[in-house]
């Protein structure tokens, strides 16, 4: 069975940075750095939505709203997603979510429906 658990949230001031890590396990050796892993996030109110994700050729992938600000990478080794998020912003408070699936991927996906898998969440507040 995939888990994933996630850490690094907090509470920062806007211009402010963070770092997200997402632990997996489950997956066999090897296996981890084929398929899609992704970080999530959900305001109140609001829908999840996609904010970066990684596939089998190792690009990153990004909504509009965190390019050039968030940068996601993968150490395949460890099993492990970051999420590098500088000149943070009040609207990128939202609770954190690192997803996966076992699909071979090649350029990642921020489709919701595409991901079986989700950690627990972490809480991001931004404050201005």
């Known amino acids: 069975e995939v888990q994933l658990v996630e850490s690094g949230g907090g509470q920062v001031m806007a211009g402010g940075s963070l770092r997200l890590s997402c632990v997996a396990s489950g997956y066999a050796d090897g296996e981890y750095s084929d398929y899609c892993r992704a970080w999530f996030r959900q305001a109140p109110g609001k829908e999840r939505e996609g904010v970066a994700s990684?596939?089998?050729?190792?690009?990153?992938i990004y909504a509009d709203s965190v390019k050039g600000r968030f940068t996601a990478s993968s150490d395949s080794g460890n099993r492990t997603l970051y999420l590098e998020m500088n000149n943070m912003e009040p609207g990128d408070s939202a609770i954190y979510y690192c997803t996966a699936n076992r699909l071979y991927c090649h350029g990642g996906s921020l489709w919701i429906r595409d991901y079986p898998f989700w950690g627990q969440g972490t809480q991001v507040t931004v404050s201005s």
């Open positions: 990684i596939g089998a050729n190792g690009l990153p």
